[in-house]
């Protein structure tokens, strides 16, 4: 099953990971155009996602689409600046929960899987943003 990967990489992230040294994740994932469609992808599914589009309905999705870029890129190894709140921040107050998390996360894969992006590559994305995870749910 798919997601057993992402759930292993998720417990498995609990220590914070520095950026990688390199740019073969950014690179693998097409760059800054692939980073882009994937989180263009992800936000039009979230939009289509029942379980969480209502979180979103009152937040700046282009203030938001070019955060992820932004985010995507630096942890990817890209040669980005990450210019938004820190994860804990911007969800304080939100009370995130693991269900929600889980589906922005499926979301993500789904975006993934439709620019043709391979499995082990999304499981390299997902590890380094599983580090987050503990700043975004239920603060």
């Known amino acids: 099953m798919r997601c057993l990967p992402l759930v292993l990489a998720l417990l498995l992230s609990a220590c914070a990971q520095q950026p990688p040294k390199d740019d073969s994740l950014y690179r693998d994932l097409g760059a800054l155009p692939g980073i882009t469609r994937i989180v263009e992808g992800m936000l039009l599914n ?20 070019n955060k992820l870029i932004e985010q995507f890129c630096v942890e990817a190894g890209g040669p980005c600046t990450y210019t938004g709140d820190s994860m804990a921040e911007s969800h ?3 009370n995130v929960s693991r269900s929600d ?10 975006a993934m899987d439709s620019e043709g ?18 700043d975004v749910i239920e603060h």
Do not use: T, Y
């Not at 998390?101 to 789904?110: R, Y």
């Not at 590559?121 to 995870?133: D, E, S, W």
């Open 101 to 110: 998390f889980n589906a922005l996360v499926e979301d993500l894969i789904k």
């Open 117 to 134: 992006i391979s499995v082990p590559v999304q499981n390299r994305l997902i590890a380094r943003l599983a580090v987050m995870r503990g």
């Open 46 to 65: 979230i939009a289509r996602d029942e379980r969480i589009v209502e979180r979103f309905r009152r937040i700046d999705i282009q203030r938001l689409r």
């Open 92 to 94: 304080k107050g939100q």
